[in-house]
């Protein structure tokens, strides 16, 4: 797999900096850290004048207990971000497949569908999901009424992602596939699909830290997930701050490494498919 | 409909390839205007012509990768389907070579020339293996086959698509300006193979600016210019005493001959 381009996105987008612009950027950088490190020194100031960092709203976190609860959430929230995530692929598969299968009334009920889900704020479909099954006389698992709406707002936009992979996939690969007599569904299926999905890995993967975000309003159905459990801690400790920081510091985490996952993986499975 | 103006090799039996009175419209553009042609078993057409002729079109209805508005394209006297399993049966026996080689980017060379016998033919992995190893050997590239194509010469990906149509065993092959795309360098790797199997009684259309191919290799020359085919005649005919102007005219632009 050597032939792996060298050349990153960076250099194909720009052109190599000219001695000016060199000196520029070294006085731009300066400039900018300066700025940075003036506004962490104020945001600490502040802190520090309002009594943020007094130890009445730290020492939880020395407790075993709150971690463990943390903890809880946190494995709450991976549940119901996989779940959600694992539906959302199967269905925003199915939407992309039904819209672009050509049969018109199946196409348009799709799109519709599709369009929706991308529409409608993941929010509403959750206050949707927590009211009418109840009204129906159906019990529902807080666990489904968060994981369902979030599956369903996620698959309108990856049955588009799955769509533009589809879209760039070369049109000589089908007309190829044709050729040696493969019907539409065994070209979808062999030739189509296992090159848009290499294409849309990053996309994909980043849409799972959108599900991740999305769980955080689970408060509405008090499924237990990091964002519910740091509430309940907020409460009992009176440490509204200090909590948001700090797990707002755990999402950003979660979120870095599904994002540093993405681009290994695309790196794996690009190498494949350059042109 | 019978009076086509052409000397089949095998007289007698049904052509393999019959383009019958096909027009074809891009929008306002008529790209195929009244094509007639009779292809013989066994037998090497070459379609030359300016670029925006209509030769690559005319190419790619035969296996009905562009639909026609009117005429008829019989494939061994029986009409081409329009559509269904009757379609893919009959694409699978007419082999096709595209300009851009478009072998199937995520699959070794290999998986590329066994999935149509495979998926389409109901093989075995180990018999579509053997015939496409055999292939590949008679093409050049067999140390190549576990490479993905990306890693191969053009000349190299063009030769492995001739493998990939020669698998399906099919009637008769239809090369749409298949050295177009190569460095020149490569270009004479690729023809190899097709005087080769031109030479082993393939039926064949090619269509492509090679005229030292289709002096060499060509049983019969189609001139095609604005959609219609102007002249057709043996090589040594059309090169060297053309009868139409556009034919002097076109042979001239491309120089020599």
Same mark, same amino acid.
């Given at each position: 797999?050597?032939?792996?381009?060298?050349?990153?996105?960076?250099?194909?987008?720009?052109?190599?900096?000219?001695?000016?612009?060199?000196? *520029?950027? *070294?006085?731009?950088? %300066?400039?900018?850290?300066?700025?940075?490190?003036?506004?962490?020194?104020?945001?600490?100031?502040?802190?520090?004048?309002?009594?943020?960092?007094?130890?009445?709203?730290?020492?939880?976190?020395?407790?075993?207990?709150?971690?463990?609860?943390?903890?809880?959430?946190?494995?709450?929230?991976?549940?119901?971000?996989?779940?959600?995530?694992? $539906?959302?692929?199967?269905?925003?598969?199915?939407?992309?497949?039904?819209?672009?299968?050509? =049969?018109?009334? +199946?196409?348009?009920?799709?799109?519709?569908?599709?369009?929706?889900?991308?529409?409608?704020?993941?929010?509403?479909?959750?206050?949707?999901?927590?009211?009418?099954? /109840?009204?129906?006389?159906?019990?529902?698992?807080?666990?489904?009424?968060?994981?369902?709406?979030?599956?369903?707002?996620?698959?309108?936009?990856?049955?588009?992602?799955?769509?533009?992979?589809?879209?760039?996939?070369? #049109?000589?690969?089908?007309?190829?596939?044709?050729?040696?007599?493969?019907?539409?569904?065994?070209?979808?299926?062999?030739?189509?699909?296992?090159?848009?999905?290499?294409? !849309?890995?990053?996309?994909?993967?980043?849409?799972?830290?959108?599900?991740?975000?999305?769980?955080?309003?689970?408060?509405?159905?008090?499924?237990?997930?990091?964002?519910?459990?740091?509430? =309940?801690?907020?409460?009992?400790?009176?440490?509204?701050?200090?909590? &948001?920081?700090?797990? %707002?510091?755990? &999402?950003?985490? $979660?979120?870095?490494?599904?994002?540093?996952?993405?681009?290994?993986?695309?790196?794996?499975?690009?190498?494949?498919?350059?042109? | 409909?019978?009076?086509?103006?052409?000397?089949?090799?095998?007289?007698?039996?049904?052509?393999?390839?019959?383009?019958?009175?096909?027009?074809?419209?891009?929008? @306002?553009?008529?790209?195929?205007?009244?094509?007639?042609?009779?292809?013989?078993?066994?037998?090497?057409?070459?379609?030359?012509?300016?670029?925006?002729?209509?030769?690559?079109?005319?190419?790619?209805?035969?296996?009905?990768?562009?639909?026609?508005?009117?005429?008829?394209?019989?494939?061994?006297?029986?009409?081409?389907?329009?559509?269904?399993?009757?379609?893919?049966?009959?694409?699978?026996? +007419?082999?096709?070579?595209?300009?851009?080689?478009?072998?199937?980017?995520?699959?070794? $060379?290999?998986?590329?020339?066994? +999935?149509?016998?495979?998926?389409?033919?109901?093989?075995? #992995?180990?018999?579509?293996?053997?015939?496409?190893?055999?292939?590949?050997? *008679?093409?050049?590239?067999?140390?190549?086959?576990?490479?993905?194509?990306?890693?191969?010469?053009?000349?190299?990906?063009?030769?492995?698509?001739?493998?990939?149509?020669?698998?399906?065993?099919?009637?008769?092959?239809?090369?749409?300006?298949?050295?177009?795309?190569?460095?020149?360098?490569?270009?004479?790797?690729?023809? @190899?193979?097709?005087?080769?199997?031109?030479?082993?009684?393939?039926?064949?259309?090619?269509?492509?600016?090679?005229?030292?191919? /289709?002096?060499?290799?060509?049983?019969? !020359?189609?001139?095609?210019?604005?959609?219609?085919? !102007?002249?057709?005649?043996?090589?040594?005919?059309?090169?060297?005493?053309? *009868?139409?102007?556009?034919?002097?005219?076109?042979?001239?632009? $491309?120089?020599?001959?």
């Amino acid at each position: 797999m050597s032939a792996a381009r060298t050349l990153s996105m960076r250099d194909a987008l720009y052109e190599a900096p000219g001695p000016k612009t060199r000196h *520029r950027v *070294r006085i731009g950088t %300066a400039v900018s850290a300066v700025v940075v490190l003036l506004a962490i020194a104020a945001v600490i100031r502040q802190f520090w004048v309002t009594g943020q960092l007094a130890p009445r709203y730290w020492s939880l976190f020395l407790q075993w207990t709150t971690w463990r609860f943390l903890g809880q959430g946190l494995l709450g929230t991976v549940a119901v971000a996989l779940t959600a995530g694992a $539906i959302a692929l199967v269905l925003g598969l199915t939407l992309m497949l039904g819209r672009t299968s050509g =049969v018109r009334p +199946l196409a348009a009920l799709c799109r519709v569908v599709t369009d929706f889900f991308r529409g409608v704020p993941s929010l509403l479909l959750i206050y949707f999901f927590f009211f009418v099954p /109840a009204q129906l006389g159906l019990k529902m698992p807080s666990f489904w009424m968060l994981a369902l709406p979030v599956a369903l707002a996620a698959s309108g936009v990856l049955a588009e992602v799955f769509r533009a992979g589809v879209n760039a996939v070369p #049109k000589g690969q089908v007309e190829a596939a044709l050729s040696i007599g493969l019907s539409r569904a065994q070209t979808m299926r062999r030739v189509v699909l296992p090159q848009a999905v290499r294409y !849309v890995i990053p996309s994909l993967i980043a849409q799972l830290v959108v599900v991740v975000k999305d769980t955080t309003v689970a408060y509405v159905v008090s499924f237990p997930d990091l964002m519910q459990n740091a509430r =309940v801690l907020i409460t009992s400790y009176d440490a509204l701050v200090s909590m &948001y920081l700090v797990i %707002a510091v755990i &999402y950003i985490l $979660i979120n870095y490494a599904i994002n540093k996952a993405s681009v290994y993986v695309a790196h794996r499975t690009g190498v494949k498919i350059i042109r | 409909m019978t009076d086509l103006s052409v000397a089949e090799k095998d007289a007698g039996t049904a052509p393999v390839i019959e383009l019958r009175h096909v027009d074809k419209h891009f929008g @306002d553009l008529h790209v195929l205007r009244d094509v007639c042609l009779s292809v013989g078993r066994g037998e090497v057409v070459v379609v030359i012509g300016p670029s925006g002729s209509g030769k690559s079109t005319m190419c790619r209805t035969i296996n009905r990768l562009e639909t026609i508005d009117s005429g008829e394209i019989l494939i061994e006297g029986q009409p081409l389907p329009q559509e269904g399993r009757e379609l893919t049966r009959m694409r699978a026996e +007419l082999g096709m070579v595209f300009q851009q080689f478009n072998l199937f980017a995520h699959m070794s $060379i290999l998986d590329n020339v066994t +999935l149509g016998p495979r998926e389409v033919l109901g093989q075995s #992995k180990e018999e579509a293996e053997k015939y496409a190893m055999e292939l590949l050997e *008679r093409v050049g590239v067999a140390e190549q086959a576990h490479k993905v194509p990306a890693q191969l010469s053009g000349g190299q990906q063009q030769r492995a698509a001739i493998a990939r149509s020669l698998a399906m065993r099919p009637k008769a092959m239809l090369f749409d300006e298949p050295t177009s795309a190569l460095d020149p360098e490569m270009i004479n790797e690729v023809l @190899d193979v097709m005087v080769e199997l031109a030479r082993g009684g393939m039926t064949m259309i090619v269509v492509t600016h090679e005229m030292g191919f /289709a002096r060499r290799v060509a049983d019969r !020359v189609v001139f095609m210019a604005d959609g219609q085919i !102007v002249e057709e005649g043996s090589p040594d005919d059309f090169f060297d005493h053309p *009868r139409s102007q556009r034919a002097r005219d076109f042979l001239d632009s $491309i120089g020599g001959h």
